[in-house]
């Protein structure tokens, strides 16, 4: 409790100044104005009491509600101080998350860039393949309609096709056997470059092509002796294509059709093991 004063000269001093004593430094220059004049208000009132107090007990009432009213104050403002810090702890906690988070974001878009160019590097390269392709295609056709058929070689054009293959430029041998196909339909090696057309198809993942390819074996070569590769090729296809009834149809009919050839060993290992690819 503040001490009780005398009538002398000490119940003079400002109120203000003895209170404010009490208050901690950290008050900020806003609350220290309101707190000045609540302050004031408050010693306008003791000075109102004072002079109808007519006794030192008068004096003491006075005095504990001035010191109640001043604990109040300081416990009220203590409260605030220690909200507004745990807030300031909130909000540098959601500055941090938001900063990482920014970061992740930041991290997610530079890889998305970079995927973006990569798939037009991509898409650069199968325009120009593509446009490579069917440049190769024009001279085909031309080659086909300005050289006579007497002036190619039939096997040279097949061997160079099959040459191709073997070194897996699959592309450019089934253009050659195209080419050979168009210019000698009826040739020695035409079953065989029929064949092999469908073959570089199918080693090229267009299984589609590869079974239209492959069925004219049979349907133009029937005496062949492709047919039966090609039957057992037609099957593998649909497997890719996860066609299953259909394979197992064209591989029975290898078996039944072509009992003691070696494609009828090939056909059963996929009818039991549908897992195994030619």
């Known amino acids: 409790m503040i001490p009780c004063p005398g009538w002398g000269s000490r119940w003079h001093l400002p109120l203000a100044a003895v209170l404010l004593a009490a208050v901690p430094c950290c008050t900020s220059s806003t609350q220290l104005t309101e707190l ?19 006794t030192r007990d008068d ?5 504990r509600g001035v010191e109640e009213l001043l604990e109040s104050e300081v416990s009220a403002r203590a409260d605030v101080k220690e909200d507004l810090r745990q807030i300031i702890t909130e909000v540098e906690a959601l500055r941090t998350s938001t900063q990482e988070q920014r970061r992740a974001l930041n991290a997610s878009l530079d890889r998305i860039g970079q995927m973006n160019d990569e798939l037009d590097l991509l898409q650069g390269q199968m325009e120009r393949q593509e446009t490579h392709l069917a440049e190769l295609r024009e001279l085909l056709e031309a080659s086909r309609q300005t050289t006579p058929a007497e002036s190619v070689e039939p096997k040279a054009l097949y061997d160079a096709a099959y040459q191709s293959y073997l070194s897996g430029d699959y592309e450019q041998a089934a253009i ?14 035409a079953d065989s470059a029929q064949y092999w057309l469908g073959e570089s198809y199918m080693e090229r993942g267009r299984f589609r092509t590869a079974i239209e390819e492959l069925g004219r074996v049979a349907e133009r ?12 090729r037609i099957g593998v296809a649909h497997i890719e294509l996860g066609e299953r009834d259909l394979a197992n149809e064209m591989l029975l009919r290898v078996r039944q059709e072509y009992p003691d050839s070696d494609e009828a060993v090939l056909a059963l290992q996929q009818l039991d093991n549908p897992a195994d690819q030619l």
């Open 176 to 189: 050659g056997f195209e080419s050979y196909l168009g210019t000698f339909p009826n040739g020695e090696d």
């Open 59 to 63: 004096l003491n009432v006075v005095l």
């Open 221 to 232: 070569y029937p005496d062949s002796d492709k047919v039966a590769s090609s039957m057992l």
């Open 36 to 54: 000045e004049a609540g302050l004031a208000s408050l010693e306008q009132k003791i000075d109102a009491l004072r002079s109808q107090a007519s």
